[in-house]
């Protein structure tokens, strides 16, 4: 039995308040797009996600580092088969109108989540939990039989499947947040309407005015009101980069989520410090196609591959400094240390190209011969100089590679129907863990676009994911990691950052490999 | 007057439902569909999405259900948000559309009406020629260009004003991008206007004015401007619709609510709700625009009147 104390988050909560000393005040943040909503279950993406993680809060709630720590529940056990978890919940915590939140609440979410009539974007996320997908296909039409179990008010039950290290990681996730049942089944789906939602998170939303901004302001209801620094937020929406950091000059914006990279030289010299690019769980990579020629054959995949100079990706083409990726999990990913490599990982370019070539030789390919490749990826600035740069690096090999570019639907279609020679992708982490990244490769999951399949490595991961140690786990998975790598089942190409800029004004702002920045840890200095 | 404009508003219907119709089927044939992105769904998810929104069912009885509802006034969900309907979102940002658009007319219709004067009047001399060649900049240079550089010069460099967003809607805030679309139309007008006036200017009811002894200021306000106006007018009627159903650019530099990002957005997400919502949003305001120039021009022109 394992027991999570209150020590942890009353160490958090005095960290985070010596670091804010500052008096009260909003901030105002540059969040890309509109929401999609501010229902949590209804949600999928990083603007909502910034939103909706300031308003609700789950079980379990990130700190300013994106570690776990207690949210609704001050505390949980885990069963020796670690298939179920028993939550105990906080002592006091109300809704923004008063209303205690209950176990009930959180019952109501999750099978809400699951309900095929509600088609929740991300409800397979929470697969984990017992029959939480056959609710979801439709083969079993009673909710209650979801492995999530209100014992009383305070004590909450949730049964998996099989034991899941993730799951509680997985928790943080805004698909575990709560909502307000008695207020969804009064109002239906206006519960979500400005002046009608009620939230259970440090912050409420006041304001939306679609295509500008959502204005959040405290909710005192919250059980660490007290503690905020902050008094509340503006989401403002603004898609074009260049706008967006000329606000954040004229102190229009506090926080800037993204920037256009071609201006981080500028930046570096003309406000010091105040830029944050940090390792962020997304991976970069090329689709190759494993079941048509020419790519069929592994000797093309890997001199392709071997080919492509990683090294000069992030620095010179992007000029963000993306680190080179030759693994397919990046480093820093939780429950995993170092992930496995490819073999020729720390050879000099030089060797690698004559080897590329000796590859491509022995498949067939030559002067004679010469290999003619379509790559695609989607229309954007970045991925055209990438694509460029890496046709260009082919070229060397005899290849010619003919680039087509598609808006992003398109592009993504053609991919999934395995349109497809090598084709741009990219992966950002649900949750932190190896298996969102290893199971983008295993036979038969949509997002396998090159349609790689390998029995081994599938049942390692199958393997990996039944098992409760973490330590065997992680070796299961490195396994089935250095088989997917050695066939050059896709083309890892840099590991993503992320990339804010933050006011001196603001403190407590922590880079994480989630990219994930609360603003109740925040505060601001006028 | 008011049945022929009833006719007229009448005759668009047969248009409008061919639009609609041609629209939803092409929309259907562009290639990805509104769940495909970065992340595929699994087909469990998508099949409960499908169902949602009716898109399992065959296309023709999709095409139904839509005419359907479009006659009862509802123009169905929008696919990129889950909390406003098509129509919700159009009435959410036609107020801050619609403030920015007529100011950006009247902006252009005064800049451009008096430029073109001047430059008539002043015909191949100085005024003429600075105020064409600053009037050209407006013309010339794409508004993605221009409003970079305004926010740039007035916003940081200047402070005067902000850089972007609605604040609380006061003068402050409009003017920048009041600016950046009034400009390219205030051009058009003062050359449309200035070839106008010239022409007027040389007619035979002038030359009485003028022999009559009327001052050169009377001249022109009384007898030059109303006829001058006419080619100006019937360019006005686009210039409007153009100009109150929003622009992409503006609203996304500005980081403004509004109409005008709708249309490329829903096209580029296959919202096809939304798409569908806006083509017939526009096409009934462009009918309404146009009757309004043919009234201008009624009023303007006895000939047209008595006809």
């Given at each position: 039995?394992?027991?999570?104390?209150?020590?942890?988050?009353?160490?958090?909560?005095?960290?985070?308040?010596?670091?804010?000393?500052?008096?009260?005040?909003?901030?105002?943040?540059?969040?890309?797009?509109?929401?999609q909503s501010l229902d949590p279950q209804k949600l999928?993406?990083?603007?909502?996600?910034?939103?909706?993680?300031?308003?609700?809060?789950?079980?379990?709630?990130?700190?300013?580092?994106?570690?776990?720590?207690?949210?609704?529940?001050?505390?949980?056990?885990?069963?020796?088969?670690?298939?179920?978890?028993?939550?105990?919940?906080?002592?006091?915590?109300?809704?923004?109108?008063?209303?205690?939140?209950?176990?009930?609440?959180?019952?109501?979410?999750?099978?809400?989540?699951?309900?095929?009539?509600?088609?929740a974007d991300y409800a397979y996320l929470q697969y984990?939990?017992?029959?939480?997908?056959?609710?979801?296909?439709?083969?079993?039409?009673?909710?209650?039989?979801?492995?999530?179990?209100?014992?009383?008010?305070?004590?909450?039950?949730?049964?998996?499947?099989?034991?899941?290290?993730?799951?509680?990681?997985?928790?943080?996730?805004?698909?575990?947040?709560?909502?307000?049942?008695?207020?969804?089944?009064?109002?239906?789906?206006?519960?979500?309407?400005?002046?009608?939602?009620?939230?259970?998170?440090?912050?409420?939303?006041?304001?939306?005015?679609?295509?500008?901004?959502?204005?959040?302001?405290?909710?005192?209801?919250?059980?660490?009101?007290?503690?905020?620094?902050?008094?509340?937020?503006?989401?403002?929406?603004?898609?074009?980069?260049?706008?967006?950091?000329?606000?954040?000059?004229?102190?229009?914006?506090?926080?800037?989520?993204?920037?256009?990279?071609?201006?981080?030289?500028?930046?570096?010299?003309?406000?010091?410090?105040?830029?944050?690019?940090?390792?962020?769980?997304?991976?970069?990579?090329?689709?190759?196609?494993?079941?048509?020629?020419?790519?069929?054959?592994?000797?093309?995949?890997?001199?392709?591959?071997?080919?492509?100079?990683?090294?000069?990706?992030?620095?010179?083409?992007?000029?963000?400094?993306?680190?080179?990726?030759?693994?397919?999990?990046?480093?820093?990913?939780?429950?995993?240390?170092?992930?496995?490599?490819?073999?020729?990982?720390?050879?000099?370019?030089?060797?690698?190209?004559?080897?590329?070539?000796?590859?491509?030789?022995?498949?067939?390919?030559?002067?004679?011969?010469?290999?003619?490749?379509?790559?695609?990826?989607?229309?954007?600035?970045?991925?055209?100089?990438?694509?460029?740069?890496?046709?260009?690096?082919?070229?060397?090999?005899?290849?010619?590679?003919?680039?087509?570019?598609?808006?992003?639907?398109?592009?993504?279609?053609?991919?999934?129907?395995?349109?497809?020679?090598?084709?741009?992708?990219?992966?950002?982490?649900?949750?932190?863990?190896?298996?969102?990244?290893?199971?983008?490769?295993?036979?038969?999951?949509?997002?396998?676009?090159?349609?790689?399949?390998?029995?081994?490595?599938?049942?390692?991961?199958?393997?990996?994911?039944?098992?409760?140690?973490?330590?065997?786990?992680?070796?299961?998975?490195?396994?089935?990691?250095?088989?997917?790598?050695?066939?050059?089942?896709?083309?890892?190409?840099?590991?993503?950052?992320?990339?804010?800029?933050?006011?001196?004004?603001?403190?407590?702002?922590?880079?994480?490999?989630?990219?994930?920045?609360?603003?109740?840890?925040?505060?601001?200095?006028? | 007057?008011?049945?022929?404009?009833?006719?007229?508003?009448?005759?668009?219907?047969?248009?409008?439902?061919?639009?609609?119709?041609?629209?939803?089927?092409?929309?259907?044939?562009?290639?990805?569909?509104?769940?495909?992105?970065?992340?595929?769904?699994?087909?469990?998810?998508?099949?409960?999405?499908?169902?949602?929104?009716?898109?399992?069912?065959?296309?023709?009885?999709?095409?139904?259900?839509?005419?359907?509802?479009?006659?009862?006034?509802?123009?169905?969900?929008?696919?990129?948000?889950?909390?406003?309907?098509?129509?919700?979102?159009?009435?959410?940002?036609?107020?801050?559309?619609?403030?920015?658009?007529?100011?950006?007319?009247?902006?252009?219709?005064?800049?451009?009406?008096?430029?073109?004067?001047?430059?008539?009047?002043?015909?191949?001399?100085?005024?003429?020629?600075?105020?064409?060649?600053?009037?050209?900049?407006?013309?010339?240079?794409?508004?993605?260009?221009?409003?970079?550089?305004?926010?740039?010069?007035?916003?940081?460099?200047?402070?005067?004003?902000?850089?972007?967003?609605?604040?609380?809607?006061?003068?402050?805030?409009?003017?920048?991008?009041?600016?950046?679309?009034?400009?390219?139309?205030?051009?058009?007008?003062?050359?449309?206007?200035?070839?106008?006036?010239?022409?007027?200017?040389?007619?035979?009811?002038?030359?009485?004015?003028?022999?009559?002894?009327?001052?050169?200021?009377?001249?022109?306000?009384?007898?030059?401007?109303?006829?001058?106006?006419?080619?100006?007018?019937?360019?006005?009627?686009?210039?409007?619709?153009?100009?109150?159903?929003?622009?992409?650019?503006?609203?996304?530099?500005?980081?403004?609510?509004?109409?005008?990002?709708?249309?490329?957005?829903?096209?580029?997400?296959?919202?096809?709700?939304?798409?569908?919502?806006?083509?017939?949003?526009?096409?009934?305001?462009?009918?309404?625009?146009?009757?309004?120039?043919?009234?201008?021009?009624?009023?303007?022109?006895?000939?047209?009147?008595?006809?």
């Amino acid at each position: 039995m394992y027991h999570f104390s209150k020590k942890f988050l009353a160490t958090a909560m005095f960290g985070a308040l010596l670091a804010c000393s500052a008096h009260a005040a909003t901030i105002n943040i540059h969040n890309g797009g509109d929401p999609q909503s501010l229902d949590p279950q209804k949600l999928s993406g990083d603007w909502e996600n910034r939103i909706a993680g300031d308003i609700f809060e789950g079980l379990v709630t990130e700190d300013a580092k994106v570690n776990p720590i207690p949210g609704q529940a001050e505390s949980w056990t885990i069963s020796d088969d670690g298939l179920v978890y028993t939550f105990k919940l906080r002592d006091g915590i109300k809704w923004s109108d008063g209303q205690p939140v209950t176990a009930g609440d959180f019952v109501f979410a999750f099978q809400r989540l699951m309900d095929p009539k509600a088609a929740a974007d991300y409800a397979y996320l929470q697969y984990t939990i017992k029959n939480a997908e056959k609710i979801n296909k439709g083969e079993i039409a009673d909710a209650s039989q979801l492995g999530v179990k209100a014992i009383d008010d305070k004590t909450l039950e949730i049964t998996l499947e099989n034991p899941t290290p993730y799951f509680i990681n997985s928790l943080m996730h805004y698909t575990a947040y709560p909502v307000p049942k008695h207020l969804v089944e009064a109002k239906g789906a206006d519960w979500v309407k400005i002046g009608t939602i009620v939230t259970n998170g440090p912050y409420k939303p006041v304001e939306w005015v679609p295509g500008s901004h959502v204005t959040t302001a405290k909710n005192d209801q919250y059980y660490g009101a007290a503690n905020l620094k902050i008094d509340g937020a503006k989401f403002f929406v603004l898609e074009d980069q260049e706008a967006a950091l000329k606000r954040y000059r004229a102190g229009e914006f506090d926080i800037l989520t993204d920037f256009p990279t071609d201006q981080y030289e500028w930046m570096k010299k003309n406000l010091p410090g105040q830029a944050h690019v940090a390792p962020f769980s997304g991976l970069y990579y090329y689709v190759i196609n494993s079941q048509t020629e020419p790519t069929k054959d592994k000797r093309v995949r890997q001199a392709l591959s071997m080919a492509i100079n990683r090294e000069v990706i992030g620095p010179q083409i992007l000029g963000t400094g993306e680190l080179p990726a030759y693994s397919w999990v990046p480093p820093g990913t939780a429950n995993y240390d170092e992930p496995s490599y490819v073999s020729w990982k720390d050879e000099p370019y030089k060797q690698k190209v004559e080897e590329a070539k000796k590859l491509l030789t022995e498949a067939g390919f030559g002067p004679s011969k010469p290999l003619t490749l379509q790559l695609k990826y989607n229309t954007n600035d970045n991925h055209k100089r990438i694509a460029v740069a890496i046709a260009a690096m082919w070229k060397p090999l005899g290849v010619n590679v003919e680039l087509v570019n598609a808006e992003t639907k398109v592009h993504y279609d053609q991919l999934q129907r395995g349109d497809v020679q090598v084709g741009r992708a990219g992966w950002l982490a649900d949750y932190n863990d190896p298996d969102n990244f290893l199971n983008l490769l295993v036979t038969g999951v949509p997002m396998n676009y090159g349609r790689w399949s390998n029995a081994e490595y599938d049942k390692l991961i199958k393997d990996g994911n039944l098992e409760k140690d973490l330590k065997k786990r992680a070796e299961l998975f490195k396994q089935a990691e250095k088989i997917a790598l050695d066939d050059s089942a896709a083309l890892p190409i840099y590991y993503y950052v992320s990339k804010n800029v933050v006011s001196p004004k603001i403190s407590g702002f922590e880079d994480n490999v989630q990219d994930i920045h609360r603003t109740r840890w925040l505060s601001i200095k006028e | 007057m008011l049945s022929y404009a009833f006719r007229r508003l009448l005759s668009t219907i047969p248009v409008l439902w061919i639009a609609v119709t041609a629209c939803f089927f092409v929309l259907r044939l562009a290639p990805g569909g509104p769940f495909d992105g970065e992340r595929s769904l699994p087909p469990a998810i998508l099949q409960n999405l499908a169902a949602h929104y009716n898109l399992d069912k065959p296309l023709i009885q999709q095409y139904l259900y839509y005419v359907g509802d479009l006659l009862r006034g509802d123009l169905g969900p929008s696919f990129s948000s889950e909390d406003f309907n098509v129509a919700q979102q159009i009435m959410i940002g036609l107020p801050y559309t619609f403030t920015l658009g007529m100011t950006a007319f009247a902006l252009a219709i005064i800049i451009g009406v008096a430029v073109g004067c001047l430059g008539a009047l002043y015909q191949n001399k100085m005024p003429d020629y600075v105020l064409g060649a600053m009037i050209l900049v407006g013309v010339v240079f794409p508004n993605f260009l221009i409003a970079p550089i305004l926010q740039l010069v007035f916003g940081i460099q200047l402070a005067w004003l902000p850089v972007g967003g609605w604040g609380d809607g006061s003068l402050k805030y409009l003017v920048l991008p009041v600016v950046v679309m009034a400009l390219p139309h205030a051009g058009r007008i003062s050359r449309i206007t200035r070839g106008s006036m010239i022409e007027v200017m040389n007619q035979n009811f002038i030359r009485t004015a003028k022999a009559k002894g009327i001052g050169p200021r009377l001249t022109v306000m009384r007898h030059a401007l109303k006829p001058a106006m006419m080619p100006v007018v019937s360019y006005l009627g686009p210039a409007a619709s153009y100009l109150l159903t929003g622009s992409l650019v503006v609203e996304s530099i500005f980081g403004l609510p509004g109409i005008g990002r709708y249309f490329i957005n829903a096209a580029l997400n296959r919202d096809y709700g939304m798409v569908l919502g806006t083509v017939i949003f526009y096409m009934v305001l462009i009918v309404f625009l146009n009757l309004i120039v043919d009234i201008a021009y009624a009023w303007l022109d006895p000939k047209v009147r008595n006809r």
